[in-house]
């Protein structure tokens, strides 16, 4: 059988290492994709180490979303074909069961259905030269719209399509939220990579978007974002009626009509973090608070404020396939930026051989505006 090269997780207390590895086939209901480029999260390594404690089977090829190219496809598939780029949604979920799911080559899920799923044919994910999907995980991407040079074409380089992916995650929310023209969107902490994402995003659905956060200076660079004349960046001292009131006058006086939060899971060491009340004490009534970040711990939440004030607090993981589609074509209107126009540079691409350099960048760039990306073809 062929081989071809991938960096494999073979254990928590060894580091990862590039190895020959059989090249899968397509078969039913699945398509080989030729990676061209991949992301690296802050946490990576992290994740490699067991300091971050996500589930997984070992060893692995890890890797989650990637822009790829179809090399093959199953006998089943009718729109996919050989040569077409696409988006790889690393969401795998079971199609017996739409409960069970996990994020390929990076968190197992919770339950043991998941797990068992992620032993099976989708383990290995995307740090690899090629990798083997689901057809239903693979979006056909506009490459000439995209890709082409202006002025018909946007202009973009293939790993600066990569911010698909970290712009869906936020998507998924604020869509099932209601977010868009006519409403107030608060986003804390604004300046992660998600949270700058929702920035970006809710501006582009025509939200007037809260930017909360303690960090000024990140604060600051998203106001460099498309539809930044919309935005209002509020910088949060800890203190719970004081941030309240900050955000409700950023807010209009009245308060938002959707929160959404991206903690790490460093916020929840000691307890409730301070801005989730403040938030959601500056929502207005019916309004909408959204648990999107990684907190795994528990939180207080404010009984008869959220009875009186009727909120829905709502915890949301990813996105829906339908609303991969509708980003997708988001990003090839032109209503919602990617790479240089949004403030995102792109760290890279780094080849397969330099994933400890790529590792140690991707930590030292935890927020907003940096992207540290592989590129397993070296293309």
């Given at each position: 059988?062929?081989t071809?090269?991938?960096?494999v997780?073979?254990?928590?207390?060894?580091?990862?290492?590039?190895?020959s590895v059989p090249?899968?086939?397509a078969e039913l209901g699945?398509?080989i994709?030729?990676?061209l480029?991949?992301?690296?999260?802050?946490?990576t390594r992290e994740?490699f180490?067991g300091?971050?404690?996500?589930?997984?089977?070992?060893?692995?090829?890890?890797g989650p979303s990637c822009?790829?190219?179809?090399?093959s496809?199953g006998?089943?598939?009718t729109?996919?074909s050989?040569?077409?780029?696409?988006?790889?949604?690393?969401t795998?979920?079971?199609?017996?069961d739409a409960?069970?799911?996990f994020?390929?080559?990076l968190?197992?899920?919770?339950?043991g259905?998941?797990?068992?799923?992620m032993?099976g044919?989708?383990r290995?994910?995307?740090?690899?030269?090629v990798?083997?999907?689901?057809?239903e995980?693979?979006?056909?991407?506009d490459?000439?719209?995209?890709?082409?040079?202006?002025p018909?074409g946007?202009?973009?380089?293939?790993?600066?399509l990569l911010?698909?992916s970290?712009?869906?995650v936020?998507?998924?929310g604020?869509?099932e939220?209601?977010?868009?023209a006519?409403?107030a969107?608060?986003v804390a902490?604004a300046?992660g990579?998600?949270g700058?994402?929702?920035?970006?995003v809710?501006?582009?659905?025509?939200a007037?978007?809260?930017?909360a956060?303690?960090?000024?200076?990140?604060l600051e660079?998203l106001?460099q974002?498309?539809?930044?004349?919309?935005?209002t960046t509020?910088?949060?001292v800890s203190?719970v009626?004081k941030?309240?009131g900050?955000l409700?006058?950023a807010?209009?006086?009245k308060?938002?009509?959707?929160?959404?939060d991206?903690?790490?899971?460093a916020?929840g060491?000691n307890?409730?973090p301070?801005?989730i009340?403040?938030?959601?004490l500056?929502l207005k009534r019916?309004g909408t608070?959204l648990?999107m970040?990684g907190i795994?711990g528990?939180?207080?939440?404010?009984?008869?404020?959220?009875m009186?004030?009727?909120l829905t607090?709502k915890g949301?993981?990813?996105?829906?396939?339908?609303?991969?589609?509708?980003?997708?074509?988001?990003?090839?209107?032109g209503n919602?930026?990617?790479?240089k126009?949004?403030g995102?540079?792109?760290?890279?691409?780094?080849?397969?051989?330099d994933i400890?350099?790529?590792?140690?960048?991707?930590?030292e760039?935890a927020?907003?505006?940096?992207d540290?990306?592989l590129a397993?073809?070296k293309?």
């Open positions: 059988m062929a071809h090269k991938a960096v997780l073979s254990a928590l207390d060894k580091p990862v290492s590039i190895e090249t899968p086939t699945s398509a994709v030729r990676v480029a991949t992301g690296l999260q802050s946490y994740i180490n300091t971050r404690p996500y589930v997984l089977s070992l060893p692995l090829v890890p822009i790829g190219r179809i090399v496809t006998p089943d598939a729109t996919l050989p040569g077409q780029l696409v988006f790889c949604d690393p795998i979920t079971a199609r017996d409960d069970c799911s994020l390929l080559g968190h197992g899920g919770l339950s259905s998941s797990q068992k799923l032993n044919p989708w290995h994910g995307t740090y690899a030269e990798a083997k999907l689901p057809l995980n693979c979006f056909p991407l490459e000439e719209r995209l890709c082409g040079t202006k018909n946007l202009g973009y380089k293939v790993e600066e911010a698909i970290t712009s869906l936020p998507f998924g604020l869509e939220a209601g977010a868009g006519g409403t969107v608060i902490p300046t990579k998600f700058g994402a929702a920035v970006l809710a501006l582009a659905m025509g007037r978007v809260i930017a956060g303690r960090n000024a200076k990140g660079k106001k974002f498309p539809g930044a004349e919309r935005l509020v910088q949060l203190d009626q941030d309240a900050a409700l006058m807010a209009g006086g308060g938002a009509q959707t929160y959404i991206f903690s790490p899971p916020a060491a307890g409730t301070s801005h009340t403040s938030c959601l500056a019916n608070a648990i970040g795994m528990n939180v207080e939440i404010p009984y008869g404020l959220t009186f004030k009727n607090i949301k993981f990813m996105y829906e396939r339908e609303q991969t589609k509708r980003l997708i074509k988001m990003v090839e209107f919602l930026k990617l790479g126009e949004s995102v540079q792109v760290l890279g691409p780094y080849g397969l051989d400890e350099k790529a590792l140690d960048v991707a930590a760039h927020g907003w505006g940096e540290v990306v397993p073809n293309e």
